[in-house]
């Protein structure tokens, strides 16, 4: 059974967690309930703290917080219970499904985005039932565990590589792909080198937002819509700007280099990716074939140059669009990590698992 946020949490980058859920949902066959009435749930949660903060309680708190309108209480038994959250305070919405631990067997979640200097405790602790905690990043997995008590583990991102996948001999008229946080440096050396050479140059036009204006985020009607127009855009992508997280705010990412999902989508489409990489072990693990990612400062105010230069030999774009592709579908697809969390709960791989696992062998085979 999934849990999921989809009806009330619509920023487009919360797409890519209900992804996830659609693939699980998709080899295995689980159910989904969908969080509702955002406003009634919010009261809840708010109750809810109160409560805990006053008395330090969290019995208490759950004994006196009012239940939120859209509550659903279970009539049968299920396997496994794996809802996913974009990010810590999302977690109250496990109160939408007051007897998932009685009725779930194994019980284990995901969390997409988690930061060690922004941890809700009073949240985090709700998750003291299930049998294990994994994590989209890295930073703040030994503090989830210290809070919840419970297994924590680091569970990389991961993409559709099935709906990202090009044809073969995909036509790619779109030159370079650059979206979400971007180089002011860098975005503009392209519009230039664009107008010059006649190329297409796709990049975001939402307006920049954030206390900082570092972010370029917008709400979406439909998260599989979204994904798919995605995917559509990089399989037409020659090159495509990928960086680690959060690579436009120096203060709050030092010392602590994430992975983006932007590195699993351009590897799936057979793109060449180009930008600032994590330095991390993590990453060479993850991306350990050549020209996995080739280095370009994130300030590139010559990037015309550069581009010019690799252009002039494609037989070696051929061969990292390819070895992209081809890891991709071995290494990075949602199936690889739902494979962790059976193996690590000690459930046996479904029919449709093994499946999948042979038509991402078939990509990997042809690229």
């Known amino acids: 059974m999934l849990l999921s946020e989809r009806r009330i949490s619509d920023l487009v980058a919360y797409c890519l967690a209900y992804e996830f859920e ?7 066959g689980a159910e989904r309930i969908d969080v509702t009435d955002l406003s009634s749930l919010e009261f809840s949660r708010r109750a809810y703290k109160l409560v805990r903060m006053a008395s330090g309680s969290p019995e208490l708190a759950r004994r006196f917080a009012p239940a939120s309108r859209n509550t659903v ?8 219970f794996f809802p996913m959250f974009s990010h810590a305070f999302e977690l109250y919405s496990l109160a939408t499904i007051p ?10 979640c995901f969390i997409t985005e988690v930061w060690s200097d922004n941890l809700p405790e009073y949240l985090l602790e709700l998750l003291s039932g299930f049998d294990h905690i994994f994590l989209g990043l890295r930073d703040s997995v030994d503090d989830v565990a210290r809070i919840t ?9 991961a993409v559709d590589v099935l709906r990202f996948a090009p044809a073969a001999d ?21 519009l230039e080198d664009a107008e010059r050479r006649s190329t297409f140059y796709y ?12 972010q370029r985020t917008f709400r979406v009607d439909n998260p599989r819509e979204h994904r798919l127009m995605l995917a559509t855009l990089l399989k037409n992508s020659r090159y495509f700007i990928a960086n680690r997280s959060h690579v436009n705010d120096p203060a709050f990412a030092a010392g602590r280099d994430e992975i983006s999902a932007r590195f699993y989508e351009g590897a799936a489409a057979g793109t060449v990716m180009l930008g600032e990489a994590p330095r991390t072990d993590e990453f060479r693990r993850q991306f350990d074939w050549p020209d996995a990612v080739i280095e370009l400062p994130f300030d590139s105010p010559d990037i015309g140059r550069i581009l010019a230069e690799l252009n002039v030999d494609p037989a070696r774009l051929r061969a990292v669009m390819r070895e992209n592709l081809r890891q991709a579908a071995l290494r990075h697809d949602w199936l690889h990590r739902i494979q962790v969390v059976f193996d690590v709960l000690g459930l046996a791989p479904t029919e449709q698992m093994q499946a999948r696992a042979l038509r991402l062998g078939q990509i990997a085979s042809r690229a």
């Open 149 to 157: 008590g419970r297994p924590c583990s680091y569970l990389p991102l």
């Open 22 to 28: 659609d693939t699980v949902a998709a080899v295995t």
């Open 73 to 80: 209480s279970l009539e049968r038994d299920y396997e496994l």
């Open 203 to 214: 990049y975001d036009t939402v307006a920049a937002s954030g206390f900082d204006l570092k």
């Open 170 to 190: 995909q036509p790619r008229p779109i030159e370079l792909c650059n979206i979400g946080r971007r180089s002011a440096v860098t975005h503009q050396a392209l």
């Open 99 to 108: 007897n998932w631990r009685q009725r779930c067997r194994k019980a284990a």
